[in-house]
């Protein structure tokens, strides 16, 4: 594989976030860039890594693992998952995920707890909010997102840290901008409820194709994949 074009792609991605922030008067600084490295072997994350970047995310619990595995030994690097979640898995990264950001419902929070526990570390989550009204995208819906919380609220291995979610696949920014604000209000009004152990400060939104709509809506952690590592071959 040729790693070549990642320095520019990085450079391309950094601007992009720049000049979102700039037009909404944010600071840079308060945004994530999370490399979503799916599909791409160990030696893209080397290569990614070796630029600086620190934060990865995977989709597949089965591509995750080996990677967390490979990098065992990098301290600095924080790992995300970021895909649909089989509860029967989480057993399989609850020792070394740093964060879980598609947490639909409580089966899942109780397991990530429990596992959690087990291997003696708090793991940060984040709710997976349905935002798009697309059956086929995963989530709690909005509704739902109280009872949720609180539920979370006494488990002491999970840190719920805010919310994500994933806007419709549509050149339209005036489908998505309106689903990214709805997941910015929900975590608005969630603050205001004072939890005790939660921490509600992150957005995770934006991906390749909407991350200036995401900036200018308050997402805190972007997902880029293609614009980073190249389009994938085949897509899961
Ligand atoms: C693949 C993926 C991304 C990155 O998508 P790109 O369009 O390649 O940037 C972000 N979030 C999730 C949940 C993904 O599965």
Known sequence: MNFEHYPENLNEVSQRIIRACAG??????????????????????????????????????????????????????????????????????????????????????????????EAGRVINVLIQINISEENQKSGCEPDDLPDLLKAADAMPNISVRGLMGMASFTDDAEIIRPQFRLLRQL??????????????????????????????????????GTALFGKRDYDV
Not at 55 to 77: R, Y
Not at 88 to 114: F, G, M, T
Request: charged share 30%; aromatic share 4%; net charge positive.
């Open 24 to 117: 909404c008067n944010r600071n840079p600084e308060e945004l994530k860039l999370i490399a979503v490295s799916k599909t791409n072997p160990s030696e893209a994350i080397h290569a990614m890594r070796k630029l600086g970047v620190l934060h990865f995310g995977e989709n597949k619990v089965q591509e995750l693992v080996p990677k967390m595995e490979t990098f065992a030994g990098d301290p600095d690097i924080t790992w995300h998952m970021i895909g649909t979640l089989q509860t029967n898995k989480i057993k399989y990264i609850a020792d070394r995920v740093h964060w879980i950001h598609s947490v639909p419902k409580r089966k899942a929070l109780k397991e990530i707890n429990k596992r959690a526990g």
């Open 187 to 224: 975590l608005e009004s969630e603050q205001k409820r004072g939890y005790q152990n939660h921490k509600l400060e992150e957005l995770s939104m934006g991906m390749t194709n909407d991350l200036e709509i995401a900036v200018a809506e308050g997402s805190t952690m972007l997902r880029i």
